[in-house]
């Protein structure tokens, strides 16, 4: 089981600040053809909401294939950009396809997701971190800030005309 989880965690991409999973690794996961997977969600559309499934652009696309590193011949052959699936999407689908392998496939696909989650949640106190960083960092702004402001007027000074002297010389008449 740990091995699936493995695998389903690898067809777990970030697109959009989403984590989601293509249409094609969820078709091979449920053991359905892909036309027939997108056929059953476009019977079904209403259940797939934009914050449940969308298609990526051509830009998402071509930078995904280049992050996959299975092999062309498993990806190859599109015709058009892939769909993709939130959790919430990948959750849907498994009231559209109605089998026991989408089902135990979907528990594993959820669970996964589930630890992604558990794995993000743990890691709070980089979150911490970050904001006594940023705390620091205003605090060096502002402390700099008045220097920087006392360099800024020193330089605007010499800049400025230098106050007139009186001329020395023979032609300090003219």
Known sequence: MA??????????????????MLDSDLAGLYGVELKVMNQAVKRNIGRFPFDFMFQITNDEWDSLRSQIVTSKN???GRRYVPYVFTEQGV???????NSERAIEVNINIMRTFVKL???????????????????????????NDKRVN?????????????????????NAGN
């Open 3 to 20: 091995n699936k989880l493995s695998q389903i965690q690898n067809m777990i991409y970030e697109i959009r600040g989403q984590k989601v």
């Open 74 to 76: 498993n990806r190859g």
């Open 91 to 97: 959750s849907m689908l498994s009231s559209v396809i």
């Open 150 to 170: 006392e360099i800024i007027i020193a330089l605007n000074n010499l800049i400025a005309q230098p106050p007139k002297t009186k001329k020395i010389g023979f």
């Open 117 to 143: 989650r558990q794995y993000v949640l743990s890691k709070g106190d980089t979150t911490e971190q970050i904001a006594e960083l940023r705390k620091l960092l205003m605090l060096y702004i502002e402390k």
